[in-house]
């Protein structure tokens, strides 16, 4: 195997991996609450960040509606992590905004070496920026292409769309 391309964690005896999964979790957790903040200091004053967890048992599955909350209309998915995992995550986003009967589905990425999550990458699918736009996707033939764009633009085009309320300034 070649050993250049192995993570530290996998090659470093000492990483205790619970604490690895804390730290990620946290890292989680910190981008949803920059999210929220952010969202409410732009147009979404009562975006939350969802205190959640799926629970699934033999006979009942109790399905996970997104990351925020107070965005009616609107399932959020945050991510933090250097690895992009783009078809997964947008598998995870359809099967959320459809759980919350949502109309649209974000997914936000925070943007390596940003901390303005209104600048971290938004990613939503073709039909829902054509619902925003109300051009209803019809010029594009699959509307499950994903369209990527930074959260400060899609805030725009959701409060020109109703939702949230109105902002004075462009973030």
């Not at 995550?89 to 649209?104: F, P, S």
Request: some cysteine; proline content about 4%.
């Amino acid at each position: 195997m070649n050993h250049h391309f192995r993570s530290r964690a996998c090659t470093n005896p000492t990483v205790d991996r619970s604490q690895l999964g804390k730290a990620n979790r946290r890292k989680g957790h910190d981008a949803e609450r920059a999210v929220a903040r952010w969202l409410r200091a732009n147009g979404f004053p009562h975006a939350e960040r969802a205190v959640r967890t799926v629970h699934t048992t033999n006979d009942r599955h109790v399905a996970d509606p997104g990351d925020l909350t107070g965005t009616p209309g609107i399932t959020w998915q945050i991510k933090d992590t250097a690895r992009e995992s783009l078809d997964a995550w947008l598998r995870e986003l359809d099967e959320q905004t459809a759980a919350a009967r949502a109309n649209i589905g974000l997914l936000v990425h925070r943007r390596r070496g940003t901390a303005d999550p209104g600048r971290w990458w938004t990613w939503l699918r073709v039909a829902d920026l054509g619902t925003l736009l109300d051009a209803k996707g019809r010029h594009h033939r699959d509307r499950r292409h994903p369209i990527r764009m930074e959260l400060a633009h899609a805030a725009e085009l959701l409060r020109a769309a109703g939702y949230g309320e109105a902002h004075s300034e462009t973030a």
